[in-house]
Nanobody, 116 residues
Framework: QVQLVESGGGLVQPGGSLRLSCAAS????????MSWYRQAPGKERELVAG????????NYADSVKGRFTISRDNAKNTVYLQMNSLKPDDTAVYYC?????????WGQGTQVTVSS
């Protein structure tokens, strides 16, 4: 239905910031609910943040509230994750997800490493 490509990951020191981007192909981007997940080695994939297709309602994991912000630009077919005050526990592969009509699509992931 849609193809997703994440970018913006990298190595950052604790307390630093990164902005992840997820570029979507296709012409129906505005009809998809978008979200960011992350997965650390040996752990299950977890939801970080989501934004709805209709009203743009957002939700966040408790661990990132006040530090991360999800947003979308439908004109650019892109969803963003602004990450501030990063902690070592934020280290993971971050995945973009698009969902519509009960079906989801994953991007390939981008590595975020928070370390001194």
């Amino acid at each position: 239905q849609v193809q997703l490509v994440e970018s913006g990951g990298g190595l950052v020191q604790p307390g630093g910031s990164l902005r992840l981007s997820c570029a979507a192909s296709g012409s129906a981007f505005s009809t998809y609910g978008m979200s960011w997940y992350r997965q650390a080695p040996g752990k299950e994939r977890e939801l970080v943040a989501g934004i709805s297709s209709a009203m743009g309602v957002t939700n966040y994991a408790d661990s990132v509230k006040g530090r991360f912000t999800i947003s979308r630009d439908n004109a650019k077919n892109t969803v963003y994750l602004q990450m501030n005050s990063l902690k070592p526990d934020d280290t993971a592969v971050y995945y973009c997800n698009a969902r519509r009509g009960g079906k989801g699509t994953w991007g390939q992931g981008t590595q975020v490493t928070v370390s001194s």
